[in-house]
């Protein structure tokens, strides 16, 4: 019994360091020595100010026009990016993973410094992925879709580019956006569908 304790352990520790290792190269491949791109730079910085600004001038949009259908779809949307923000900073605080140039000082090169906190998820790609998704289901229109995921994508690889996260990290994160916004989307349907019943029941 121990002896096959001691396999399974085995392979896990090698399939665990074989993950790493495919992780570093990767990110090795894309952070430049002097990761200084204004693109990417770019699409790091508006991360939260987007995500938290889309919703927000959705309600103030929808609050002015009197628009309820617009409102749930902000509530919607911003719904989302806070559970997603909740979410990505329990798992930081549980796996508790080193950011790369912490483990990899010499092969990974951060722009600007270092931010604080934990690697894994990556905050600004699960807040980016559950924006553009919460938009695509509010509103089904490939010219928002698109874009959004095309932003939400450029956020995700500005993240590798700049030295803060490994790719998995990354694809963490945009798991963690992307299921909480179709979470947020669903329980905000079952709530304003209840109170839509109420009204018309009385």
């Known amino acids: 019994m121990n002896k096959i304790l001691s396999v399974c352990i085995g392979i896990l520790l090698t399939q665990f360091v074989f993950a790493q290792n495919i ?4 990110l090795k491949n894309i952070n430049p020595d002097h990761p200084n791109n204004i693109i990417w730079r770019g699409a790091t910085s508006s991360a939260y100010p987007v995500s938290i600004g889309v919703p ?28 997603s923000a909740g979410v ?26 270092t931010e604080p906190g934990y690697s894994l998820p990556s905050g600004h790609v699960s807040l980016a992925f559950a924006n553009a998704t919460g938009l695509a289901l509010s509103f089904k229109k490939w010219y928002i879709t698109v874009p959004a995921f095309a932003w939400a ?7 590798l580019y700049l030295g803060e996260h490994y790719p998995s990290d990354v694809l963490i994160g945009a798991a963690v956006g992307t299921g909480s916004a179709w979470l947020s989307h669903w329980l905000t349907e079952k709530y304003f569908q209840k109170k839509k019943n109420r009204q018309l029941e009385k």
């Open 23 to 26: 992780d570093i190269n990767i």
């Open 56 to 83: 927000a001038g959705l309600w103030l949009v929808a609050t002015i026009q009197g628009n309820t259908t617009l409102q749930q779809k902000a509530y919607a949307v911003g719904s989302g990016v806070i559970l």
């Open 88 to 113: 990505a900073e329990l798992l930081k605080l549980s796996v508790n993973r080193a950011r790369p140039y912490t483990t990899y000082p010499q092969l990974i090169h951060p722009f600007d410094g």
């Open 153 to 159: 994508t450029a956020v995700g690889y500005s993240r």
